[in-house]
């Protein structure tokens, strides 16, 4: 419902005429430092992307010959939509990796990384949104999306930032405390400070819970170089957009994965990870947790966020 009414109260702005529309951060909240109002510009023409009648958010590429738009669909094809709503203007983009076809990490149980990744995306664009901060999910069910459809919703949407959910395998060595980690773009401060504060909010939320941790030896908020930049797709492809990925837990251990498959431990990881993004728009703190990564080789291609053939689209 909030969801709802966001999007057609930025709807009926643009129709009527305004060119911004004004989020009210004058309220009492909960999360946050700095009582602010935030003014965010709803951009005149075509939206820029559309939530579909199926609820499948797809990326606009301009007007459609007789009437619609000619939308990006999930499987990176084009299509002509006559239906949906606009996606509006929102302030987060939250990204839920896999899905459909691309399990991602799987755990030892047969747990998909995608389904948690949704669920804790949805937590956090609770809080978000009960905060009175726009956010939109890239990924809205159990379907595969490509790598440049994500990456293409960000680019048009023109978010504040845009965050990549994402749960961890391979672990190094067993660890004292959680293995979370964070990834920022090379180059952003800003998009290093939100990584530090989504790492402090998660590894200090998860610290509650007593398991057998695992992580890699440079656990924490940090960088990866790759050939082309940004290792990582959802990093470099969102182009000015200030992105981080997120690698909450460890689904391949067995302890971690039996914790996060719990809905009120999803719960705990969308809210930590809703209270980093909270912090990073209204207070100044730097984050913490920042550590310098240890080489690691690139394979051939960038891994992560489907579009692997065969790739069907879901019915918009």
């Not at 995608?114 to 159990?142: G, Y």
């Not at 960088?223 to 997120?246: E, H, T």
């Not at 431990?265 to 947790?289: C, F, N, T």
């Amino acid at each position: 419902m909030v969801v709802a009414l966001s999007v057609a109260w930025l709807t009926a702005a643009c129709a009527s005429g305004g060119s911004e529309a004004v989020i009210d951060r004058s309220a009492p909240r909960t999360y946050g430092t700095t009582v602010t109002s935030e003014t965010v510009p709803v951009p005149a023409g075509p939206p820029g992307a559309l939530v579909s009648p199926a609820g499948v958010v797809v990326p606009v590429l301009g007007a459609a010959d007789g009437g619609g738009w000619t939308v990006r669909t999930p499987c990176n094809r084009t299509a002509a939509l006559t239906g949906g709503r606009s996606a509006g203007a929102p302030v987060i983009v939250l990204d839920p990796g896999h899905g459909g076809g691309e399990p991602g990490a799987v755990s030892p149980g047969g747990m998909a990384e995608k389904e948690v990744n949704l669920a804790v995306a949805r937590h956090a664009r609770e809080v978000l949104e009960a905060e009175k901060v726009p956010t939109v999910l890239t990924r809205t069910a159990d379907y595969t999306l490509a790598l440049a459809p994500r990456a293409e919703i960000a680019r048009n949407l023109a978010p504040r930032a845009f965050v990549s959910v994402h749960h961890n395998a391979e672990p190094d060595e067993p660890w004292p405390r959680p293995g979370s980690e964070t990834y920022y773009q090379i180059g952003s401060a800003d998009s290093k400070r939100l990584a530090g504060l989504i790492y402090e909010e998660v590894a200090k939320a998860m610290s509650q819970y007593r398991v057998a941790w695992v992580a890699d030896r440079d656990a924490g908020a940090k960088y990866r170089q790759g050939r082309q930049g940004d290792y990582y797709a959802m990093l470099r492809l969102p182009g000015k957009v200030v992105s981080v990925l997120a690698e909450l837990a460890f689904i391949s251990n067995p302890p971690e994965a039996d914790l996060i498959g719990r809905d009120d431990v999803q719960r705990v990881e969308g809210e930590a990870l809703a209270r980093g993004i909270l912090r990073w728009l209204r207070s100044p703190d730097p984050g913490s947790g920042f550590t310098e990564p240890y080489p690691r080789p690139e394979p051939p291609s960038s891994p992560g966020g489907g579009g692997a053939p065969p790739c069907r689209d879901p019915q918009l």
